[in-house]
């Protein structure tokens, strides 16, 4: 059974920093893809970030560019997320996301397996 939890959120300052971190557990596949995805209130989730276990280039939604980093460790099947120069509009529930494969476009529907979220609140 897979599992991801996720840990890190909180409220922060316009101009601050988090870390997010999602340990999984249960994953079978070395190549599959992990992924970041955010909701805030009324607006539908979107991707953030994403990446693949087994290597290759990162996907990064254009509004987090150059502030927010996703990375892995293959070791501790963790996959974080480094969100730096927040700003208030990266205000929501932060869920990490599993695919069972290889994710090739970084959608909602390429994964399989989400967590619990974990909100994140950038004040002004």
């Known amino acids: 059974q897979v599992q991801l939890v996720e840990s890190g959120g909180g409220l922060v300052q316009a101009g601050g920093s988090l870390r997010l971190s999602c340990a999984a557990s249960?994953?079978?596949?070395?190549?599959?893809?992990m992924g970041w995805f955010r909701q805030a209130p009324g607006k539908e989730r979107e991707i953030v970030a994403a990446?693949?276990?087994?290597?290759?280039?990162?996907y990064y939604t254009d509004s987090v560019k150059g502030r927010f980093t996703i990375s892995r460790d293959n070791t501790k099947k963790t996959v974080y997320l480094q969100m730096n120069s927040l700003k208030p509009e990266d205000t929501a529930v932060y869920y990490c996301?599993?695919?069972?494969?290889?994710?090739?476009?970084?959608?909602?529907?390429?994964?399989?397996?989400w967590g619990q979220g974990t909100q994140v609140t950038v004040s002004s």
């Open positions: 249960g994953l079978t596949k070395s190549s599959s893809g």
């Open positions: 996301a599993a695919a069972k494969g290889r994710v090739v476009v970084a959608t909602t529907t390429a994964f399989d397996y």
């Open positions: 990446i693949n276990w087994g290597g290759g280039s990162a």
